[in-house]
């Protein structure tokens, strides 16, 4: 299948989570994925929540601007062309530390289902 990033619709967290995302593919999109993938945004200031993944492997490839993820409290900056692989059973929270937004592919392995994010408001 054939994605264009910059056409798919951007949705929007909840204020107290505020954050961007664009859901590329799930079990959703493609029935027998073996992983997802989404594409993010953090605004400069914007803090993700912390959370865990039971059994996902999660991988964040940086395209734009500088970011940090904290896993088990260990920091870990992200700048472009900068790649983070996040084991399971490991709690993190991702931030926006530059001036500018913080942008990055999120591929999960295996699939997640990405129905709580469909639900955040869509902007335009």
Known sequence: MFFDISKLTQL???ASEERFAKLIFDNRVIKEAPLSMAYFTFKPG???PRHVHQS??????CTKGKGMVLIE???HVLTPDTL?????RM??????IGDGNF???AIFGPM???????AWEEVS
């Open 73 to 75: 409290d260990e920091p």
């Open 84 to 88: 983070l692989y996040i084991p399971p």
């Open 112 to 118: 997640v289902n990405f129905d709580n994010i469909r």
């Open 12 to 14: 929007k967290a909840p």
């Open 103 to 105: 942008e990055f592919y």
């Open 56 to 61: 996902e492997v999660e991988v964040y490839l």
């Open 46 to 48: 914007q803090i993700g």
């Open 91 to 96: 709690f993190h929270e991702t931030r926006n």
